[in-house]
């Protein structure tokens, strides 16, 4: 609870009435979007949201909120929401609609999909799914239980670059997830008796206080600095947290690995690892040596632009730290090597020694609840179903069974040829796919338009519903549907209270079509009584709880456990050790071995770099990197609130102080950036803050206040949009990682007159699209 906090006010019941204004308190998730799910205080008056609160009763958030939450009220209340289903009338691109009943919609669907499964089978249908949104275990559900197909992708985003190699990465080392332990892990934070905070936390491709991302909070890590940890921050820019990092490397993007492996070499060579740690559990470390050998300071520098020095210093301010945290990000997965990249930052860790005790890098057994109750929800489900996924048999890590998604780029390829079979029918939930999720946006465009039927779950229209779309469903906000919600932990409730129009939850839409689609799979009758029954068998962590118990708590914290290594309860066969094959934690990872991969951490040029392509380079001089988060927008989304677009009215690329001087950009021009594969436009934030020689440019742009007719340009669809300048089908042999975060350009002003004009866009807050029968 929040120091301070007027407990007459922020009162403990779930549900409470202050005149005639009605108090709940809930867990805000999506929509719109966020990877976390904080604890908040709705307001609501006649039916109508008035007011947002952190809920200062909260160990999750104690109060706080970003601004996207605070504007939750604008968000629910938006006039340009989709409240009923629509179904397209004209071609796709006319953004023409008409409105028809939610049972017209799921019986249109559920033709469709037994005309698909008669004819072609059900693997011809595929489903997208966005990140770490309300839709992620539901729209896989369908997936496998209601369709019957194992064609479930992340929206086609490449290799699946968003922490699925860094969860290889853990699996392979481990056996199990890990987490940075600030804190978060038991109600009484840090008051539990048998916390102790991190010395450092390492902080490393990551900006938490800003994303927030995967389960983990970056005021987390602030709580802890305010009692004296001390950060190490590796990052292309100078952020917040790199500000105050006692180290800072500042590194050239897709780099990592080379980095880490130089840290490796100088902490064996000088004997700054933990020693006894390591030689009780750790397999593989002379395998470790030889391989960092080669990663001397110097040859670093060279690589990666970090000066030799600070290796030396890095690694010597790691070998004494003490307790060490790593907190890892998204840059990481975010090239085509990525997964011997998270092994390297993970032998760093590994290293310090601070595996699973008090402030260190904890195993937390019940990490991905949601991906638990997909596989309770399909349990039942034949083995068929996952035969003939596209991508297995391909890839070395997904032959072998990892992963839950089909491959992307494999989808995309069976769109566009039709091999080894063709796709008949997309069900997107939660994604932006072309503009956002996917690389290469022209050409995962042009592949939907061959799929002759594609429904688009959504709050709001998009480019992708309606570019693609044929029906559109309608989505409520966080606040219009029951659920629940953990990752990592807590388990917390999502209150329903209130209806817009037809909008429904992911899971009541999963509920109501599975009945139609396979009634003996989805044999509840409501969400919470599905709710329920989820709960109560979790396979990592079942809750022997009501759901009216945990609707009245709010949220409930598992117990939680440390040096599970030593008790035998991180293995499966619950003796000591970790859940590897040899019992220890593997730098050397004998099941990689024995699948065709580089068994060991490893660095690799991307693709497209200086180095790997000199003479594009001289075209494209510019390193980039895409996609670093900021306060206003996830991903795509809130650009129709005009509260945000206030603050952050257009894309913004950064490039460094000198490298504008040289090209005669100045802040806030219009630039093209350009490269290989297309060329867009994005304002320029000239600083500091970013190293010569790269640029970091947005992703997620479209212009929700333009037309979304496709002569017009599908409300900016292909303007600003960075995926332009990125590609899909660029994976390493474990069939993980893309290069969305490394690939070069150039950089010139916008001279043609074609840029928008004003410091703010035209009919801002908007978001239109035409119903014929409204
Ligand atoms: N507000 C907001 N929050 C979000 C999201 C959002 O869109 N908006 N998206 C969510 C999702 S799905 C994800 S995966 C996470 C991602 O969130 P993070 O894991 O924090 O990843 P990014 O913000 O992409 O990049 C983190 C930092 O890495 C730096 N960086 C860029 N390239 C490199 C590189 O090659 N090496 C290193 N060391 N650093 C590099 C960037 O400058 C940035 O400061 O955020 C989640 N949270
Ligand atoms: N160049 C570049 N590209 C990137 C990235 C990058 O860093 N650089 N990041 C990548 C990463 S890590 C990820 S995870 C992807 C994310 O990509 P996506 O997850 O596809 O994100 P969005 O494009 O914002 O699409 C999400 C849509 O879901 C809708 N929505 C919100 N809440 C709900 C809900 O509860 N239910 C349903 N059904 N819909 C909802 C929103 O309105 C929005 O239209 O982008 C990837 N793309
Ligand atoms: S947007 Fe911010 S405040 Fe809202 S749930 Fe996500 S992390 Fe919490
Ligand atoms: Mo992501």
């Known amino acids: 609870m929040r120091k301070g906090m007027n407990p007459d006010l922020y009162r403990e019941e779930w549900q409470w009435q202050e005149g005639d204004v009605t108090v709940t308190r809930s867990c805000q998730w999506s929509g719109p979007g966020c990877h976390q799910g904080c604890n908040v205080l709705f307001y609501t008056k006649d039916d109508k949201l008035v007011k947002i609160e952190g809920d200062p009763r909260s160990p999750v958030n104690e109060g706080r909120l970003c601004m996207r939450c605070l504007a939750m009220v604008e968000a629910v209340n938006h006039p340009d929401r989709i409240l009923h289903p629509l179904r397209r009338v004209g071609e796709r691109g006319e953004n023409m609609w008409e409105e028809i009943t939610m049972d017209e919609a799921y019986a249109i669907i559920a033709e469709k999909a037994r005309e698909v499964t008669e004819e072609y089978g059900p693997k011809s249908i595929v489903t997208g799914i966005g990140t770490g949104r309300n839709a992620t275990w539901q729209t896989s559900s369908l997936a496998f239980a209601g369709f019957q197909t194992p064609n479930d992708t992340a929206g086609m985003l490449s290799g699946d670059c968003c922490y699925t190699p860094r969860l290889q990465a853990m699996n392979a080392i481990f056996g199990s997830d890990f987490i940075a332990d600030c804190a978060q892990?038991?109600?009484?934070?840090?008051?539990?008796?048998?916390?102790?905070?991190?010395?450092?936390?390492?902080?490393?491709?990551?900006?938490?206080?800003?994303?927030?991302?995967?389960?983990?909070?970056?005021?987390?890590?602030?709580?802890?600095?305010?009692?004296?940890?001390?950060?190490?921050?590796?990052?292309?820019?100078?952020?917040?947290?790199?500000?105050?990092?006692?180290?800072?490397?500042?590194?050239?993007?897709?780099?990592?690995?080379?980095?880490?492996?130089?840290?490796?070499?100088?902490?064996?060579?000088?004997?700054?690892?933990?020693?006894?740690?390591?030689?009780?559990?750790?397999?593989?470390?002379?395998?470790?040596?030889?391989?960092?050998?080669?990663?001397?300071?110097?040859?670093?520098?060279?690589?990666?632009?970090?000066?030799?020095?600070?290796?030396?210093?890095?690694?010597?301010?790691?070998?004494?730290?003490?307790?060490?945290?790593?907190?890892?990000?998204?840059p990481l997965d975010q090239t085509k090597?990525?997964?011997?990249?998270?092994?390297?930052?993970?032998?760093?860790?590994?290293?310090?020694?601070?595996?699973?005790?008090?402030?260190?890098?904890?195993?937390?057994?019940?990490?991905?609840?949601?991906?638990?109750?997909?596989?309770?929800?399909?349990?039942?489900?034949?083995?068929?179903?996952?035969?003939?996924?596209?991508?297995?048999?391909?890839?070395?890590?997904?032959?072998?069974?990892?992963?839950?998604?089909?491959?992307?780029?494999?989808?995309?390829?069976?769109?566009?040829?039709?091999?080894?079979?063709?796709?008949?029918?997309?069900?997107?939930?939660?994604?932006?796919?072309?503009?956002?999720?996917?690389?290469?946006?022209?050409?995962?465009?042009?592949?939907?338009?061959?799929?002759?039927?594609?429904?688009?779950?959504?709050?709001?229209?998009?480019?992708?519903?309606?570019?693609?779309?044929?029906?559109?469903?309608?989505?409520?906000?966080?606040?219009?549907?029951?659920?629940?919600?953990?990752?990592?932990?807590?388990?917390?409730?999502?209150?329903?209270?209130?209806?817009?129009?037809?909008?429904?939850?992911?899971?009541?839409?999963?509920?109501?079509?599975?009945?139609?689609?396979?009634?003996?799979?989805?044999?509840?009758?409501?969400?919470?009584?599905?709710?329920?029954?989820?709960?109560?068998?979790?396979?990592?962590?079942?809750?022997?709880?009501t759901w009216e118990e945990l609707q009245e708590k709010t949220l409930v914290y598992p117990k939680f456990q440390y040096r599970k290594y030593e008790t035998g309860d991180m293995r499966f066969d619950k003796q000591p050790g970790f859940n590897t094959t040899t019992g220890r934690i593997e730098l050397y990872c004998t099941m990689y071995d024995s699948a065709g991969i580089d068994p060991l951490p490893s660095f690799k040029e991307p693709t497209c770099s200086p180095v790997s392509a000199p003479e594009e380079a001289k075209e494209y001089p510019f390193v980039l990197t895409t996609g670093r988060r900021s306060w206003e927008f996830f991903h795509s989304e809130h650009r129709q609130l005009k509260s945000m677009r206030e603050f952050h009215p257009w894309p913004l690329c950064e490039i460094n102080t000198q490298d504008a001087e040289a090209l005669g950009i100045r802040d806030g021009d219009w630039v093209y950036l350009e490269n290989q594969w297309g060329k867009i436009m994005q304002k320029a934030e000239v600083s500091d803050a970013i190293l010569r020689g790269t640029i970091m440019a947005e992703h997620g742009w479209w212009f929700p206040e333009r037309s979304g007719k496709l002569e017009d340009g599908l409300y900016g669809a292909f303007d600003s949009n960075i995926n332009c300048l990125t590609i899909q089908n660029d994976m390493a042999t474990a069939g993980y990682g893309s290069s969305y975060k490394t690939q070069i350009c150039k950089v010139y002003k916008v001279e043609d007159g074609t840029e928008p004009k004003g410091d703010m866009p035209e009919n801002i807050g908007r978001n239109q699209f035409e119903v014929v029968n409204r």
């Open 185 to 330: 892990l038991s109600a009484e934070r840090f008051d539990d008796p048998e916390y102790r905070r991190p010395d450092v936390v390492l902080n490393w491709a990551c900006n938490p206080v800003v994303s927030n991302a995967d389960g983990f909070f970056g005021h987390w890590i602030v709580d802890c600095m305010q009692h004296g940890t001390k950060l190490f921050v590796v990052d292309t820019r100078v952020t917040w947290m790199a500000a105050h990092a006692d180290i800072f490397l500042q590194l050239r993007p897709g780099t990592d690995a080379a980095v880490a492996l130089g840290i490796c070499h100088v902490m064996l060579e000088e004997d700054l690892y933990d020693k006894e740690f390591c030689d009780r559990w750790v397999y593989g470390m002379e395998a470790l040596a030889e391989r960092a050998a080669a990663y001397t300071p110097e040859v670093v520098e060279k690589i990666s632009w970090v000066p030799a020095e600070k290796i030396v210093e890095a690694a010597r301010y790691l070998g004494s730290a003490g307790t060490v945290a790593l907190q890892w990000g998204l």
């Open 337 to 545: 090597w990525a997964v011997g990249a998270s092994l390297a930052v993970a032998a760093v860790e590994v290293l310090t020694g601070s595996i699973d005790v008090p402030g260190g890098f904890v195993n937390v057994k019940y990490g991905h609840v949601q991906s638990d109750i997909r596989e309770n929800i399909c349990k039942g489900m034949g083995k068929q179903v996952r035969e003939g996924r596209l991508g297995d048999g391909k890839y070395a890590l997904r032959t072998v069974g990892f992963g839950p998604h089909s491959m992307g780029d494999d989808i995309l390829l069976a769109m566009e040829t039709g091999e080894p079979y063709p796709i008949k029918m997309g069900f997107l939930c939660s994604t932006n796919s072309f503009i956002n999720m996917a690389g290469e946006s022209k050409r995962v465009y042009e592949a939907w338009q061959k799929v002759p039927f594609v429904v688009v779950c959504d709050l709001f229209m998009t480019p992708t519903a309606a570019g693609c779309a044929d029906i559109v469903l309608p989505i409520a906000m966080g606040c219009e549907r029951w659920g629940i919600r953990a990752w990592f932990t807590p388990l917390r409730a999502i209150n329903k209270i209130l209806q817009a129009g037809d909008a429904r939850g992911d899971e009541q839409i999963m509920l109501e079509l599975g009945q139609i689609l396979n009634p003996d799979m989805f044999f509840w009758d409501t969400v919470p009584e599905m709710n329920e029954y989820v709960m109560k068998n979790l396979s990592s962590m079942p809750f022997d709880i």
